[in-house]
T-cell receptor, first 112, second 116 residues
């Protein structure tokens, strides 16, 4: 087990709606990243948060946003959902002494 | 810019035979490289990592990988495949070009099938 948990595990939303995905990291892991994995592809970096501030972003529009909280939990918010947002969303956390990221099991989002 | 190329999208081996999953990387500086495994409907599990120490890296479940700078390769091997090894494998390079941003760049994945 990686100590990173995500909720919910599955979610179905309608195009145009908004969604919030949640992640709980290990205590002390002050860096959290989010990735989008479309079917049959490798994960793509969405953004990273460090000490509650976004400090890195991939090629995703502003309707993808996030929050990180002092209790090592974090959120990924997606507004105005599109069909192409259907994917597995992965949360990854890292502590200051780690060279690798620890991934959660993901949230499968389906947009209909 | 950093990138990785996984040379095979699918690999099939018989149980008990060796496994070779190929990965080439591109990096403007000494990279950090990883192999992750993803079982169906599961998250990503770290198999092994290279972070500029020994070039032959041993991981979990009998997997190992060798960092070859001259060939820009980081191939994953296992001497004897087990049925439980059937999964998707991702080669990953860490893009640390922006200080404090540990962005992972994933390959497209190799699906390993193990035949009984």
């Amino acid at each position: 087990e990686t100590g990173v948990t995500q909720s919910p595990t599955h979610l179905i939303k309608t195009r145009g709606q908004q969604v919030t995905l949640r992640c709980s990291s290990q205590s002390g892991h002050n860096t959290v990243s989010w990735y989008q994995q479309a079917l049959g592809q490798g994960p793509q970096f969405i953004f990273q948060y460090y000490r509650e501030e976004e400090n890195g972003r991939g090629n995703f529009p502003p309707r993808f946003s996030g929050l990180q909280f002092p209790n090592y939990s974090s959120e990924l918010n997606v507004n105005a959902l599109e069909l192409d947002d259907s994917a597995l969303y992965l949360c990854a956390s890292r502590g200051p002494a780690n060279t690798e990221a620890f991934f959660g099991q993901g949230t499968r989002l389906t947009v209909v | 810019a950093q990138s990785v190329t996984q040379l095979d999208s699918h690999v099939s081996v018989s149980e008990g035979t060796p496994v070779l999953l190929r990965c080439n990387y591109s990096s403007s500086y000494s990279p950090s490289l990883f192999w992750y495994v993803q079982h169906p409907n599961k998250g990503l599990q770290l198999l092994l990592k290279y972070t500029s120490a020994a070039t032959l890296v041993k991981g979990i479940n009998g997997f190992e990988a060798e960092f070859k700078k001259s060939e820009t390769s980081f191939h994953l091997t296992k001497p004897s495949a087990h049925m439980s090894d059937a999964a998707e494998y991702f080669c990953v390079v860490s893009d640390d070009s922006i200080s404090g941003t540990y962005k992972y760049i994933f390959g497209t994945g190799t699906r390993l099938k193990v035949l009984a």
